[in-house]
């Protein structure tokens, strides 16, 4: 078949030792779920048939996005794919149970199913039920990779209940890997020491705006074998769009940080590249990190995101950029 119809970001690649393997670049399927504001299902279906057609092969979803939304509609997607359901792998995460309550528009960020509310439990017994949920509501009959999600406030819990839950899947082969998913380094970097995990997948620590995660998580991850997903490319919105109310990290962006994604940005241009497409290209660049996860609620965003992954970057941008960070950092 010819290169165009193989692009780079659609090469298949090993997720750490795991026989797992990724697209480089995955569609992460939160806005899916109605983040921040409520997605249609015909533009649903529409941003997952881009997704497909571009040649993304690598899906991430979670219980969370909408209350089970995203896994839903993910779920309905590919199994209309029928035997090129194969063709691609899938992620779920576990950690957060669904119950029936009643929840605003909103809630947790997302414009999801409002009749679900969600509750913690990292427990082995959580574990299956999350897992066992998740395949319902999507139709599947099995994730690829399950990830343990957000256990921030949870270390013990997870480390002794969901992790020996999903390694006993693993071995059983209900799963074919499996990982942690978290927006910091520090706990990360503990699970991969002090675990047999497959990989993991970190947000926003690892962009232009932020490389903590290249101190500790990433040698470790390299030295132990363990792949390394990398989200949050765009720091929740000001990488992507340096608008006067951009975000990062969830939050309004402060002055210092608008300042630095101004220079980043002033940097591209005199490249010619725009500032989101160094933004996406960035992680890739670290021997550690397997693929990248975007996320999209439209098959525009998709087309943006697609030229963005094809963009040329000269070595001397990349240069530019590392010495307008280490100018930051005062080395």
């Not at 509750?119 to 299956?128: F, N």
């Not at 998913?181 to 995990?197: H, Y």
Request: glycine letters at 10%; aromatic letters at 6%; a negative charge.
């Amino acid at each position: 078949m010819s290169t165009a119809a193989h692009p780079w970001y659609a090469e298949r690649v090993p997720l750490g030792r795991s026989r797992v393997t990724v697209s480089r670049i995955g569609l992460g399927t939160a806005p899916l779920g109605g983040l921040y504001s409520a997605v249609g299902g015909r533009d649903a279906t529409g941003t997952l048939e881009a997704a497909w057609a571009a040649g993304i092969r690598y899906f991430d979803t979670a219980p969370h996005y909408g209350a089970g939304l995203a896994e839903r509609r993910l779920g309905a997607f590919l199994t209309g794919l029928g035997t090129a359901r194969a063709e691609c792998t899938v992620s779920t995460k576990v950690g957060r149970l669904l119950v029936p309550g009643e929840s605003a528009p909103g809630d947790e960020a997302f414009h999801g199913d409002p009749d679900l509310v969600r509750i913690r439990d990292y427990s082995a017994d959580g574990v299956y039920r999350s897992l066992a949920e998740s395949l319902e509501r999507s139709g599947l009959d099995a994730f690829d990779i399950v990830l343990i999600h957000d256990p921030d406030d949870h270390w013990k819990e997870a480390l002794t209940g969901a992790y020996p839950a999903l390694a006993r899947l693993r071995a059983e082969g209900a799963v074919r890997a499996i990982g942690v998913g978290m927006n910091q380094t520090a706990m990360l970097t503990r699970f991969v020491t002090e675990t047999d995990l497959d990989c993991v997948l970190v947000a926003g620590r690892y962009s232009l705006l932020d490389r903590s995660a290249a101190e500790e998580l990433l040698p470790a991850c390299a030295e132990r074998k363990v792949g390394v997903l990398v989200g949050g490319v765009f720091n929740s919105g000001i990488l992507a769009n340096l608008a006067p109310d951009a975000t990062f990290d969830y939050t309004p962006a402060s002055e210092a940080v608008r300042r630095h994604a101004l220079a980043l940005g002033e940097r591209c241009a005199a490249h010619g590249v725009a500032l989101a497409a160094a933004a996406l290209r960035f992680p890739l660049r670290h021997p550690a990190v397997t693929g990248v996860v975007v996320g999209a609620r439209s098959s525009q965003e998709i087309t943006v995101n697609v030229a963005h992954a094809g963009a040329t970057i000269p070595e001397e941008l990349w240069a530019d950029l590392d010495a307008l960070d280490g100018e930051r950092d005062g080395s």
